[in-house]
């Protein structure tokens, strides 16, 4: 599995970005897939998953008001819509496919990301 994520930069707060993800070695359609980040210092963190239609999502708590995920299965794409970035939102962004997908987020883990595969990330800065 491969994945490469784009659309990140330096955005004032307030701003929006939206990210994108494809892959290659899987099915794109086959696969739910999540979009995770990790800040300086800090562990990687579940953002929002989504299931393979794309029909179902599910956000952690912190990001459930002002980000949002989707999916072209016809285009083999992922997103990920910011809006109104914080500062706090400053951190390097990446896409994952999942093992499995829950409505609950049960699986919208780092743990559930198939074979460990991580892209290089795309780096989401926001000035105050």
């Known amino acids: 599995v491969q994945v490469v994520e784009s659309g990140g930069g330096l955005v004032q707060a307030g701003e929006s970005l939206r990210l994108s993800c494809t892959t290659s070695?899987?099915?794109?359609?086959?696969?739910?897939m999540g979009w995770f980040r990790q800040a300086p210092g800090k562990e990687r963190e579940a953002v929002a998953c989504?299931?393979?239609?794309?029909?179902?999502?599910y956000y952690s708590d912190s990001f459930k008001d002002h980000f949002a995920i989707s999916r072209d299965n016809a285009n083999g794409t992922l997103y990920l819509q910011m809006n109104n970035l914080k500062p706090e939102d400053t951190a390097m962004y990446y896409c994952?496919?999942?093992?499995?997908?829950?409505?609950?987020?049960?699986?919208?883990?780092?743990?559930?990301?198939?074979?460990?595969?991580w892209g290089r990330g795309t780096q989401v800065t926001v000035s105050s």
């Open positions: 994952a496919t999942l093992r499995r997908y829950m409505r609950n987020g049960r699986y919208c883990t780092v743990q559930e990301v198939k074979d460990d595969a």
């Open positions: 070695g899987v099915t794109f359609s086959s696969w739910a």
């Open positions: 989504i299931n393979m239609s794309g029909e179902s999502t």
